[in-house]
């Protein structure tokens, strides 16, 4: 399908800025000061992750990537083909150990139990395999404890070979104190047992806001325009979403507009229906609260957002021009989607459904 179809399918689509996405690569790099492991779970945040996977592996030499679950390690696999190298930093259940195998995936050890039943599947089929171990600094989520001695760990689990191991920062975006006794204790931990495989700790807040004491750093937020906390680092945003007034609609003054009548005309006014609602991840907690631009003009959203379709306000827009929307962009970010849904970034990005197509640009 033609990129000029896709924009007609409702019409409402999302454009995937790849020159933008290899920019905030290398802005990652230069304020780590080393090489990253790209973070691209949740189909990348939302942005569509094998494009843009393929796109950094191609066109950035990036050769490490992150996912949560072993669904996602496959598909990458199977797209990137066999150099790169695809870390889960979930849990994957026992089921699963032959996939893991058979697609060359580096699992993440958390606990003994986990390391233990890996270990033993791996002695069962007279194979080694390729870890990475967490250590628990203070996030208080997953991980083997800061006093395990790393020998220990690798005379208990023999068939297990770790390249690489990682800790979390719990604040990296709003408590620099509590985030600087995690990397002493993580840059004390790797010190005391000697270890010299890769190691990383920093997401991208921590990238942005800290010295890197460590191999690696892991990326995520950052590569795809967004970041938090104090920082000098200059990203652009990845993803826009623009749409069409499908519809041009009067009212008069005291009727409303929408389910439940959250709405009531306080003039006689116009608006317009833009074909997004809550199931393409427009929350229907913006009502009455956000606003789109139509052709640079603010309008706001009134009535209740509907599962498909969401009304605008078109007090000084040209009804009789062609109307483009942006619902998303430069001018109206996933920060201030999250502001208006009293949440994060992260999450405004990943609730982005598929049923808004993405055209891949740059």
């Known amino acids: 399908m033609t990129k ?99 697609y060359n995936l580096i699992l993440t050890m958390v606990d003994e139990k986990f390391a233990g039943c890996f270990n033993r599947y791996l002695g069962s089929q007279n194979r080694h395999a390729y870890v990475s171990v967490k250590i628990d600094t203070g996030m208080n989520r997953l991980g083997f404890s800061p006093d395990m001695v790393w020998a220990d760990f690798l005379n208990r689990y023999e068939n297990l070979r770790p390249i690489h191991v990682m800790s979390h920062l719990s604040s990296s975006d709003s408590d620099v104190e509590y985030s600087a006794s995690q990397i002493d204790i993580f840059h004390s931990y790797i010190k005391r047992n000697n270890i ?33 906390g104090e920082n000098s680092v200059t990203l652009k945003k990845v993803m826009r979403i623009y749409s069409k007034v499908v519809h041009v609609k009067q009212i008069r003054k005291g009727e409303a507009v929408s389910y439940n009548r959250r709405f009531f005309a306080q003039k006689d006014m116009t608006y317009g229906v833009v074909p997004i609602g809550y199931a393409d991840g427009y929350q229907r907690c913006f009502t009455n609260i956000s606003h789109m631009l139509v052709n640079g003009v603010k309008c706001p959203v009134i009535g209740t957002i509907c599962m498909d379709m969401t009304m605008i306000d078109l007090s000084g827009v040209d ?10 962009g430069d001018n109206i ?12 970034s992260y999450e405004m990005l990943c609730g982005i459904s598929d049923r808004i197509p993405r055209i891949y640009i740059g």
């Open 196 to 228: 010299t495989c890769h190691s990383s700790l920093y997401n991208s807040s921590g990238v942005s806001g800290f010295d890197n004491k460590f191999s690696l750093a892991r990326p995520g937020l950052m590569l795809y325009g967004y970041i938090y």
């Open 333 to 344: 970010g996933a920060d201030q989607w999250a502001e208006w849904a009293g949440t994060i």
């Open 4 to 102: 000029t179809k896709i924009k007609s399918l409702r019409p409402t689509y999302a454009e995937i800025d790849l020159a933008a996405f290899g920019h905030n690569i290398e802005a990652a790099r230069q304020k780590a000061g080393t090489d990253i492991i790209a973070i691209v779970k949740a189909d990348g945040y939302g942005h569509g992750a094998m494009k843009l996977a393929a796109y950094a592996y191609e066109q950035h030499r990036v050769k490490r990537f992150g996912v949560a679950t072993i669904l996602e390690g496959m598909i990458l696999r199977e797209y990137l083909g066999p150099e790169p190298m695809i870390f889960i930093l979930g849990y994957v259940d026992g089921d699963f150990f032959d996939d893991v195998l058979e």
């Open 319 to 328: 009804t009789n021009s062609e109307m483009v929307v942006e619902i998303l």
